[in-house]
């Protein structure tokens, strides 16, 4: 966890460049050209969305969450909005030209970045196979998800040699839609995963699925899509699925009863408090020290070499005083969701939140102060509070002394904040309508609403990124 907080609290949130970080594990020359990518403003807004007769929310990105058993987050589904297909533009060529679209608009904007960490998982249609714009894509990362368009008889040996060339190259390949069809059957020996619609079949098929799949392919993983609610994910797990998506993993719930708050997370809602309120770093300090547990982790961070310090610090107020209030009420903000390791989905929570906050942080940038752009952030990181605690939003913030501001976006859905979060989640779940909707209403144009939401992935894999000695999470 260390590793990546000086990474998080080493944010500059009154300007849209990401934190550029350095690194000792790579050579010179790597770091400073990635140095140099990331330091790479905004691209300048061609055309606004309001100020052009052409629709252009086609290419507005979403992404869905991919986790796997361990509750791990692995890979991002990025799509776009299906062009309408008609005389000018057949459902065949309408399905292409969303596939160029998809590709180049995540090319223009960095996929290398977000291929560091997280595997990409792109819809496209089976004839997009064929396309020399694949080649262009990092092979390792890259999970082409596809369904067959040919009658469920009908095998297409031109294309299953083309993919067979792609998985030689290294790329992997993802059947949706599954059916036990002599087509699907074909592919078997090709593929890497094989996605079954959740809400499209009843639990014996979904468990006959994974038993049937898992005699004939050992070797291909199984994910479970659509995926609405916990239950539904508890049941596909148990059936030995290996991947999971939907919204289920910020889903809200009915909360009826409140459960106790740990006792870490009780002190740190406290501190926070503290911090907002003025209280000075001694007072803080000494707060601190009632809890060993987090007094371990402060001095254990401020002490790790990612910090550079030249001697150690044993002293909990001296480090305090090396943070400074707001990167110190930042990182504990996310020790929230580092207090209690009985809920294994805190991670990827975590990872969303931080996504939320750092996407809002950006393109709030030059529209509100300094103080605002930390709130709007604040306000990304709290909205999934009451899912990481089960508790309804209110009560979550309860124990908070928070801005009126952030409280109104987070429990009434009110303010100049609100429009930012719900452009925020709607990027996250493939709510194209929303995500149109608050763009507009934010002026925001389709490029800068891309490029921000790519910056704030990529910024929260640097923050989140794995020690050296650890492997590909996909």
Known sequence: MLNWLKKALASETATTKPVAQESAVHPAPTAERRKKEEEKPLKAPRKILDDSNEDHSTGLLARQAIINREHRLVGYEFSLPSQPSGKDHPLEQSLQNNDELLVRTIQNIGIEKLARFRQLWLRVSDGFIASPLIDSLPAAETVLLFSIAQPCNAIDPGLMARAGELKTAGYKLALDNWASTPAHQAWLSLLDYVVIDATAHNPLEIEEFSRTISKQAPAIEIMACKLESIEEFEFCHQSLYHLFQGNFLTKRENWGNRPKISTDRARLCDLLNRLRGG???????????????????????????????????????????????????????????????????????LEQALVRGRLME???????????????????????????????????????????????????????????????????????????????????????????????????????????KDTHPG
């Open 362 to 468: 950006i393109l709030a940038t030059g529209k509100f102060s300094h103080q605002q752009c930390d709130e709007l952030f604040v306000v990304g990181m709290f909205s999934l509070l009451d899912v990481l605690m089960k508790l309804p939003i209110s009560i979550a913030l309860d124990p908070l002394q928070l801005p009126s501001m952030v409280t109104a976006a987070l429990i009434d859905d009110a303010g100049d904040y609100a429009s930012y979060l719900r452009l925020a989640v709607a990027c996250e779940t493939n709510d194209f309508g929303l995500l149109e909707k608050e763009a507009k209403t934010l002026a925001l144009p389709v490029d800068c609403v891309n490029s921000a939401h790519f910056e704030a992935l990529s910024w929260t894999q640097d923050a989140l990124a794995p020690a050296p």
């Open 279 to 349: 209280s000075e770093i001694a007072e803080i300090a000494r707060q601190l020290r009632y809890s060993p547990t987090l007094s371990y982790r402060l001095l254990r961070y401020i002490n790790s070499p990612a910090m550079g310090l030249q001697s150690h610090m044993a002293s909990i107020e001296s480090g305090l005083v090396y943070l400074g209030r707001e990167k110190l009420y930042r990182w504990l903000t996310l020790l929230l969701f580092n207090a209690d390791d009985t809920q294994s989905t805190d991670g990827a929570l």
